[in-house]
C-alpha cells in the first residue's frame, strides 16, 4: 500500500489533528487519513476564493478608453 510522508506540519495542525484523533479514538495516521479522504470529496473551491479576501468596490467607475489611457500612462497595469 503507498505511503505519504508529510514533513512541516504546523504545530497547530498537529495539535488539531492529535485532539481529533483522541476524542475519536483513533490513531493519528487513522484521523490524517480520515481528514484527507474527506476533503477529497468536498466540493473544490476557486483557489481565489479561498486564499484571497473580496476586494472592497469603493466606486464604479466606465472603463472607457480615455480612462485606459490615462491609467496606462500613470503606469498602471
Same mark, same amino acid.
Given at each position: 500500500?503507498?505511503? =505519504?510522508? /508529510? %514533513?512541516? @506540519? ?5 495539535? *488539531? $489533528? ?7 479514538? *483513533? ?5 490524517? /487519513?480520515?481528514?484527507?479522504? *474527506? ?7 476557486? !483557489?481565489?476564493?479561498?486564499? $484571497?479576501?473580496?476586494?472592497? @468596490? %469603493?466606486? %464604479? =467607475?466606465? /472603463?472607457?478608453?480615455?480612462? =485606459?489611457? *490615462? ?5 498602471? !497595469?
Amino acid at each position: 500500500m503507498p505511503a =505519504i510522508l /508529510l %514533513k512541516d @506540519v504546523p504545530p497547530a495542525v498537529h495539535r *488539531r $489533528l492529535k485532539q481529533n484523533a483522541l476524542a475519536q479514538r *483513533r490513531s493519528l495516521q487513522q484521523e490524517a /487519513l480520515l481528514t484527507l479522504e *474527506r476533503g477529497m470529496n468536498a466540493p473544490a473551491a476557486h !483557489p481565489a476564493s479561498v486564499l $484571497l479576501p473580496p476586494v472592497p @468596490v %469603493k466606486t %464604479k =467607475i466606465p /472603463l472607457t478608453p480615455a480612462f =485606459i489611457r *490615462r491609467a496606462r500612462m500613470e503606469g498602471r !497595469p
